[in-house]
């Protein structure tokens, strides 16, 4: 059974860096051919796919961070890690992970097959 479980800060200060990981269990993130990906929804708004680290290693990024992601693996704990510099207040959303069956950094739900049950994070001072 494959399940995803997000953990990291429920409140971070304007400026800092968030850092949020997935652990996934049931299943190895090297697996062919699955995308692991970040997605958030910020409040009375839709569903936004942040990017995503495929099962050969590379990372993908919506340009709409200008640069601000950075997504990385550790596969002996079979975990992947959302670092976003420079957050605002904008960035505050529910967080989830999901595993993609293809890459595309426009949301669609059928993209997605399984899911962490999502983590609110808020940045404020």
């Known amino acids: 059974q494959v399940q995803l479980q997000e953990s990291g800060p429920g409140l971070v200060k304007p400026s800092q860096t968030l850092s949020l990981t997935c652990t996934v269990s049931?299943?190895?993130?090297?697996?062919?051919?699955?995308?692991w990906t970040w997605i958030r929804q910020p409040p009375g708004k839709g569903r936004d796919v942040l990017g995503a680290i495929g099962y050969s290693g590379s990372s993908y990024y919506s340009p709409s961070l200008n640069r601000r992601a950075t997504i990385s693996r550790d596969l002996p704990e079979n975990q992947f890690t959302l670092q976003l510099a420079s957050v605002t207040p904008e960035d505050t959303a529910v967080y989830y992970c999901?595993?993609?069956?293809?890459?595309?950094?426009?949301?669609?739900?059928?993209?997605?097959?399984?899911w962490g049950q999502g983590t609110q994070v808020t940045v404020s001072s």
């Open positions: 999901a595993r993609g069956l293809r890459l595309n950094l426009n949301y669609v739900e059928q993209d997605y097959d399984y």
């Open positions: 049931g299943v190895s993130i090297a697996s062919r051919y699955y995308f």
